[in-house]
């Protein structure tokens, strides 16, 4: 597979597991992708979603906490970052991460937020469901082909703390979304990932530690013999 077939595998996957959001802040609306809905168990524009909904999804457990990360979204427009647990209109619990940005025009105006959902798990997959998508099947080559994709991957790990499968379903969907090819987004995101972000003295004595030490940690069986 070269590069323009992988793009084009790329180009028409569908990331079930990733779905969009926006919440515009002067008329109070939010708005969802069809994946979405579906992680909340609704057909696409079966409802229109609200807060009241999104908050009556929450697992009884995490409600409060994401009422209040709402609340600030609903009066400010503020970004979030949150890991929680819906309930679908079957019952069934759901993993997700929501993540949620500002969202300003042209003119530094505060329109609201947006953003995306990640489902982490796999309860709601049985037998007989869709096979693996194309972008799955094209994984093998881009582990191989494509660095930048999986330094990007990396980095998406580190700062969200998902696996290596959902963070390759956010690179996939935000090409879907932008257009742009997912071997040129993962290079420009890695890119300006490492100008952004230098890492505080105390995180570098703790990964230099870690990496200077780490070979004590691994059991004497794991080892490769002489």
């Known amino acids: 597979m070269d590069a323009s077939d992988m793009d084009r595998v790329l180009g028409t996957a569908t990331c079930h597991r990733v779905g969009s959001f926006r919440f515009t802040l002067r008329d109070q609306r939010w708005d969802w992708s069809d994946e979405v809905a579906a992680m909340h168990g609704y057909p696409p524009g079966a409802v229109t979603p609200t807060t009241e909904l999104l908050l009556s999804h929450k697992h009884p457990d995490d409600r409060d906490a994401v009422a209040a990360t709402l609340a600030d979204t609903v009066e400010k427009g503020a970004p979030f970052c949150s890991r929680h647990r819906i309930v679908d209109t079957a019952g069934h619990t759901r993993h997700v991460l929501v993540v949620a940005d500002q969202e300003i025009d042209e003119h530094g105006d505060l329109l609201g937020t947006a953003g995306f959902y990640i489902e982490l798990d796999d309860t709601d997959h049985h037998e007989g469901e869709q096979p693996e998508s194309d972008a799955a099947h094209a994984l093998p080559y881009i582990v191989r082909a494509r660095a930048a994709i999986e330094q990007a991957k990396g980095a998406l790990m580190l700062v969200y703390g998902i696996s290596a499968d959902r963070a390759f379903d956010v690179l996939t969907w935000r090409s879907q979304e932008s257009s742009v090819k997912l071997r040129l987004l993962a290079h420009q995101?890695?890119?300006?990932?490492?100008?952004?972000?230098?890492?505080?003295?105390?995180?570098?004595?703790?990964?230099?530690?870690?990496l200077l030490t780490v070979h004590e940690r691994i059991l004497e069986d794991e080892r490769p013999t002489a």
Do not use: I, K, Q
Request: net charge negative; aromatic share 10%.
């Open 189 to 210: 995101l890695v890119a300006e990932f490492t100008d952004a972000v230098n890492a505080p003295t105390g995180l570098r004595s703790v990964f230099d530690h870690l």
